[in-house]
């Protein structure tokens, strides 16, 4: 990555002097008026400096271990780390410690699920007319009685069929799809229309997700820790910047960067870039003796973020080097752990890395690369296996935009086959 400043007389006149020397796919970090100094500055006109960053095509990824150093109109801080030549993925402002009410009333429902149940009746109508009425095959997966299915109207039978076809379709685990279906079972009474069962569906959804619990706002007693753990690849580097830009500039707290990862180069040079940008203090950690040192340095901070090496599940000796930084991280000062995980990772081996680091610690989830795919139902599935509260979702590299609060009722639409 190149990274420079230009000065102009204006921000447009720097960037276009930033573009005539590397191109047009530049991106504006950071836009500040320049300090005039000196007796006679009064008398010149002012200047603004502009910071762009160019992403290089060759630029790779070395490995090492060798380095030894979720419309509003309300005006916000200018963000450093805003890519202005770009638009935004994700409107939704980072809220911390806020997050959307779990349960509407009625007209909410309607309002979220949008055009959904026009489509599943549509859907269901078909369904319908392409069954005969002595038809006794019950939904793969679905277990539907005969005495049971006497009791219900074809409407409602295909809507459970729909909803099973619909949920397995996104990847939502065949064992949590037969709970759903069989509580639609429970509470589905001859005459009763399905916009009932839909709505009901949609509710116990929303709710087995559960509020979600982004980083919460520190008390002003000490520091707290936000410690990122999770395997290699997912976006734990560059969601922490995201989340750092969001606390420092636009919150204004004060926030400190560390990384125990000693074994990736770029991955520390990175979390340094940022740090950089952001002008926040970065440092990294080496031993268990100067993540003590570090909690003294930044006692007075509101943050410490803790970027940790990601590793294999099965490397038990990188997840104690972990476990040991953690814990003395919580002999000084509150803590937060986040399993970040990607989306588009199988489903199996999601559980299997759940389980892992909740041999460790406990932890809130924030699931990358959601732009990546789409099925959601690994979300949901995690969700239950594991109870662990899901905190944000992050849909691009775009830092800071590309990432939000956790939004269940986004979610639960999209996995019920409604546009999200």
């Not at 095509?57 to 770009?86: F, G, M, W």
């Not at 299915?149 to 074809?154: A, M, R, V």
Request: proline share 4%.
């Amino acid at each position: 990555m190149i990274i420079k400043k230009y000065v102009g007389k204006t921000e447009s006149e720097a960037t276009e002097e930033a573009k005539k020397e590397l191109g047009q796919n530049i991106v504006v970090m950071n836009v500040r008026p320049v300090k005039k100094n000196g007796f006679f500055s009064i008398f010149q006109s002012q200047k603004i400096e502009v910071t762009v960053a160019l992403e290089e095509e060759t630029e790779k990824t070395p490995i090492a271990r060798t380095y030894t150093p979720d419309k509003n109109t309300r005006p916000v801080p200018r963000n450093p780390l805003v890519d202005v030549s770009q638009s935004d993925v994700l409107r939704e402002p980072i809220k911390i410690n806020k997050s959307p009410d779990i349960i509407d009333d009625s007209s909410a429902i309607e309002e979220k699920l949008d055009n959904l149940s026009s489509l599943l009746e549509k859907n269901i109508k078909n369904t319908v007319r392409d069954e005969e009425e002595t038809s006794s095959e019950p939904a793969p997966g679905a277990a539907v009685s005969k005495n049971k299915k006497n009791d219900i109207s074809e409407e409602n039978l295909s809507f459970i069929k729909l909803l099973y076809n619909t949920l397995i379709e996104n990847e939502v685990d065949e064992i949590y799809v037969n709970q759903l279906t069989d509580e639609v079972e429970k509470i589905t009474k001859p005459g009763m229309p399905f916009d009932f069962a839909l709505a009901n569906v949609y509710q116990k959804m929303v709710l087995k997700f559960g509020k979600a619990e982004p980083i919460e706002e520190v008390d002003g007693n000490g520091p707290r820790a936000e410690i990122f753990i999770g395997p290699t690849g997912v976006g734990k580097t560059t969601t922490i910047a995201k989340l750092a830009s969001e606390l420092s500039v636009t919150l204004r707290k004060k926030v400190a960067l560390l990384t125990v990862d000693t074994y990736r180069i770029a991955a520390a040079e990175q979390l340094r870039t940022y740090a950089s940008i952001l002008e926040i203090p970065f440092r990294v950690i080496y031993s268990v003796d100067e993540m003590k040192q570090a909690a003294e340095d930044f006692k007075n901070y509101d943050y410490i973020m803790v970027d940790t090496a990601g590793h294999s599940q099965h490397n038990d000796e990188l997840k104690t080097d972990i476990e040991n930084y953690i814990r003395t991280l919580e002999d000084i000062m509150d803590c937060e752990n986040y399993l970040v995980l990607s989306a588009t990772t199988k489903y199996r081996d999601l559980i299997d890395i759940a389980d892992s680091y909740s041999e460790l610690v406990a932890y809130k989830l924030i699931f990358t690369k959601m732009d990546e795919t789409g099925a959601k139902g690994n979300l949901y599935n995690v969700r239950m296996h594991t109870g662990a509260p899901i905190g944000y979702i992050t849909n691009g590299q775009n830092v800071p935009d590309d990432i939000a609060v956790f939004d269940a009722q986004r979610i639960v639409k999209n996995l019920l086959g409604g546009k999200s």
